[in-house]
């Protein structure tokens, strides 16, 4: 919410948050709209019946649980928006690889099972290596590699506790899986404008992405590869946009490049968000969210222009545990081209690893006059980082953290 908040000050729009947070020390939250976030009906009808109040000229969602209720939202108050089933989709990674198969766009082979039946071997025609995930989660969270039957079904476990919470009948109990395809992975942000593609920025992720887990770590734009190929992604994009009905507003796109082909990954209607957006900024000196809000606005995006190269690392988390304390960051700071190294996790808290995390231990930013030059600054900083992690143990129903020499990196 916070870079919205900025983003909107700067511009001189006022701004109202709708969330949950009734009780958040933030006063933009505060004092904003109160919703359910888990009744979507419900929450559509406070923010329009508080459109009487408060002439609001434009929505715009900030997470992947908020994109169906402003769908609906501005559909009802008329104001741009995508169709609510086109966002529907995007939020549905089985209904999506459906969608694209039929428009004739590459998908792996892909299968949807229930974690009951893989439990007593009841399989389709699945090939290996192959990889698991819930039906609707992002961020990585229960994606994991499989290489054969015996690891689908240890990660389909895992994969089942960690949607047993959900609210949707489907997304607790099944998965969808589909063939491991290896590649580089690209990310693009952009404009939907009357479903024209109009990018913003695209980031390559030049680590590996091969699994076990598929924990994202580093961003860096502009991108490497060549003219031609930025521009077969786009149309890609463009195009899977088209088949899923999109036609408006931000979008976030991942996809995998395999030979000739290109796989799309994720396709979100929402900014890629937190912390990773500063990298427009850095890279244009022009927030996203300023971007999209003036957008939603009525004011039309041009493609901008990156006048620095920039990037960001996600620091993984190294394991689960209690999080004692990062050594090094003074050191990481002062590498040339660094730009700042923010931790988002406080000493003494939980550390969650992924596949059953979902949030960064911190971020490095850095900028340069090439993507080179960004790349090795960022891997240079956190080569120079110690993450101390404690074991948590559960005695006698109290959670209690390891000796501190048990903390490892």
């Not at 359910?36 to 009808?45: F, I, K, M, P, Q």
């Not at 290896?182 to 479903?195: D, F, N, R, Y």
């Not at 000493?347 to 960064?360: D, F, N, Q, T």
């Not at 960022?378 to 501190?404: C, F, Y």
């Amino acid at each position: 919410m916070a870079p919205y908040i900025a983003a909107a000050k700067k511009l001189g729009i006022a701004i109202k948050i709708a969330s949950h947070g009734e009780h958040s020390l933030v006063n933009e939250i505060a004092e904003g709209i109160h919703i359910n976030l888990d009744s979507t009906e419900a929450a559509v009808n406070t923010i329009v019946s508080s459109s009487a109040k408060y002439n609001f000229c434009g929505i715009v969602a900030a997470d992947d649980k908020a994109t169906e209720i402003v769908a609906k939202a501005a559909k009802a108050l008329n104001l741009p928006h995508n169709p609510p089933d086109a966002v529907h989709l995007t939020r549905w990674k089985h209904k999506a690889r459906k969608v694209l198969e039929q428009a004739g766009l590459p998908v792996p082979r892909h299968w949807v099972a229930t974690f009951s039946d893989i439990r007593k071997d009841k399989l389709p025609d699945i090939s290996f290596p192959c990889v698991i995930k819930p039906l609707n989660l992002s961020a990585s969270r229960g994606v994991i590699r499989c290489n054969n039957e015996k690891e689908l079904k240890e990660a389909a476990e895992r994969v089942s506790k960690i949607v047993e919470n959900q609210n949707e009948v489907d997304s607790k109990s099944k998965a969808l899986i589909e063939s491991f395809i290896p590649g580089k992975e690209v990310a693009l942000e952009a404009i939907l404008q009357q479903g024209k593609l109009v990018p913003i920025a695209m980031f390559d992720k030049p680590d590996p992405l091969n699994g076990p887990y598929f924990e994202e770590t580093y961003y860096v734009t502009p991108s490497r590869l060549t003219r031609s190929q930025q521009h077969k992604i786009t149309l890609t994009i463009e195009s899977a946009c088209a088949a899923y009905g999109l036609t408006t507003g931000p979008v976030h796109a991942e996809l995998r490049i395999n030979g000739d082909e290109l796989y799309i990954i994720e396709i979100a209607a929402r900014t890629i968000g937190g912390e990773c957006a500063k990298l427009v900024e850095f890279a244009s000196n022009r927030s996203l969210e300023s971007i999209v809000i003036e957008y939603a606005m009525g004011i039309n995006a041009d493609t901008i222009s990156l006048e620095t190269a920039a990037g960001v690392m996600m620091m993984p988390t190294p394991r689960s545990g209690v999080l004692r304390r990062v050594e090094g960051v003074l050191n990481a700071q002062s590498v040339k081209n660094i730009k700042s190294v923010n931790l988002a996790i406080r000493e003494g808290h939980e550390l969650i690893a992924l596949p059953e995390g979902a949030s960064y231990l911190g971020f490095i930013f850095a900028t340069a006059e090439t993507p080179e030059a960004v790349e090795s600054a960022l891997r240079s900083a956190h080569d120079k980082l110690n993450i101390v992690v404690d074991p948590l143990w559960k005695i006698g129903g109290n959670i209690s953290a390891g000796l501190e020499n048990s903390g490892i990196t």
